[in-house]
Structure formats: structure tokens, C-alpha cells
T-cell receptor, first 114, second 109 residues
Framework: DTGVSQDPRHKITKRGQNVTFRCDPI?????LYWYRQTLGQGPEFLTY????????KSRLLSDRFSAERPKGSFSTLEIQRTEQGDSAMYLC????????????FGPGTRLTVT | DAKTTQPPSMDCAEGRAANLPCNHS???????VYWYRQIHSQGPQYIIH???NNETNEMASLIITEDRKSSTLILPHATLRDTAVYYC??????????FGKGTHLIIQP
């Protein structure tokens, strides 16, 4: 049973560097979501895809954030010119399109910007 | 601007039922109530969801009031492994979810 996987699990980077995170959803799931979670807060929705189409991206935090899902399978989230305020857990979730509304979350990527 | 209100923390004795309340007075007609939990350092885990009828699965029961303005998640026999942050959230099915700060449930031995 392979759930949602994320890579890397931890990333430490210096301010100003670019970082990219990968998410592999559950294989038959065609919806994929990205969230950010800061300490003491619940996850904050960023964007989501249905297959390769990005259906919602207005919640991305700034134009430094971008996401892709080129073939409708794995997805990447990139943060350019990182800032200390970007330090957080980045979570990916996937769900099956019809009749199933629950989202299955991965373990997250912990980003620390120094 | 979470649309749900939950107590920040609750305690429950091991083996007893844990009843977690959630207020969602501005819920709209097509919004589902979802419950997730997050154990420290892990991603959230789906528990249950419902529209207007009470629901039960192997993990929990969900009781939704008739006016749909509040709900209660019931863990029938809490164990130490149920210690987690529990989130009540609303959604229309396909959209991203909005999470508040949740309820930190602590199961006491």
C-alpha cells in the first residue's frame, strides 16, 4: 500500500536560494493539493490540480511560489528566492475524482530557511 | 478566517468516549463537514465526513445537528494513540480545505 510520498522530507536552505519539492500521489488519484503549515496552525491551502490542469492557484502565497504537474502524475512545488518566512511544513494531498471527498496527505517536507 | 470554531484543547480518559465539538454556524447548503486529525510530525489523516445525516465508520461517529450549525466527532473508546490535533473543516468536495487551529485532544492513561 503506497500512500502519498514527498521528497525531500527535510530541506535546509539559505535565504535567496530556490527550492523544489516533489509529491507523488496515490496512483489512481487524479486530484492533487498543496498546503503549507506553520507552527501551531492548521494547514493552509495553496493550490490544486485535476490531472495536469491547475484549477486553483490564487491562494499561492506570492509569485515566488509555483507548482506544476506536467503529466498528471507527480507534482512539484517551487519557491524562488526563499525568505525566512517561508520556513514551514509543505504538505501534499491527493484524492480520487468522483464520489470520494477525502484527501490523503503525505508526510510533508519541512523547509528551514536560514 | 476559518469557518469553524473548536475548543483549543480537551482531555479524555483512556477507554472513555471522546466527544469533540465543532461550531459551523455559517455552513452553506452544499458544504460537507470533514474531520481530520494530525498526530505530531505527520500529515493530517482523514477520519470521517458528512452532509446532514449522522455517519459512522471504523474510526469514529459524526453527529450533525438538524440545523447543521454544529457537529460532534465521537471516538467511542479512546486510546493513547488517539492523542492528536483534531480539525473540523467544511468543503464542497473537490476544493482545497480550510483548516483552523483544531482541538488538541490529550488521552490520559
Amino acid at each position: 500500500d503506497t500512500g502519498v510520498s514527498q521528497d525531500p522530507r527535510h530541506k535546509i536552505t539559505k535565504r535567496g536560494q530556490n527550492v523544489t519539492f516533489r509529491c507523488d500521489p496515490i496512483s489512481e488519484h487524479n486530484r492533487l493539493y498543496w498546503y503549507r503549515q506553520t507552527l501551531g496552525q492548521g494547514p493552509e491551502f495553496l493550490t490544486y490540480f485535476q490531472n495536469e490542469a491547475q484549477l486553483e492557484k490564487s491562494r499561492l502565497l506570492s509569485d515566488r511560489f509555483s507548482a506544476e504537474r506536467p503529466k498528471g502524475s507527480f507534482s512539484t512545488l517551487e519557491i524562488q528566492r526563499t525568505e525566512q518566512g517561508d520556513s514551514a511544513m509543505y504538505l501534499c494531498a491527493s484524492s480520487y475524482r468522483d464520489f470520494t471527498y477525502e484527501q490523503y496527505f503525505g508526510p510533508g517536507t519541512r523547509l528551514t530557511v536560514t | 478566517d476559518a469557518k469553524t470554531t473548536q475548543p483549543p484543547s480537551m482531555d479524555c480518559a483512556e477507554g472513555r468516549a471522546a466527544n469533540l465539538p465543532c461550531n459551523h454556524s455559517t455552513i452553506s447548503g452544499n458544504e460537507y463537514v470533514y474531520w481530520y486529525r494530525q498526530i505530531h510530525s505527520q500529515g493530517p489523516q482523514y477520519i470521517i465526513h458528512g452532509l446532514k445525516n449522522n455517519e459512522t465508520n471504523e474510526m469514529a461517529s459524526l453527529i450533525i445537528t438538524e440545523d447543521r450549525k454544529s457537529s460532534t466527532l465521537i471516538l467511542p473508546h479512546a486510546t493513547l494513540r488517539d492523542t492528536a490535533v483534531y480539525y473540523c473543516t467544511l468543503g464542497g468536495g473537490a476544493d482545497g480545505l480550510t483548516f483552523g487551529k483544531g482541538t488538541h485532544l490529550i488521552i490520559q492513561p
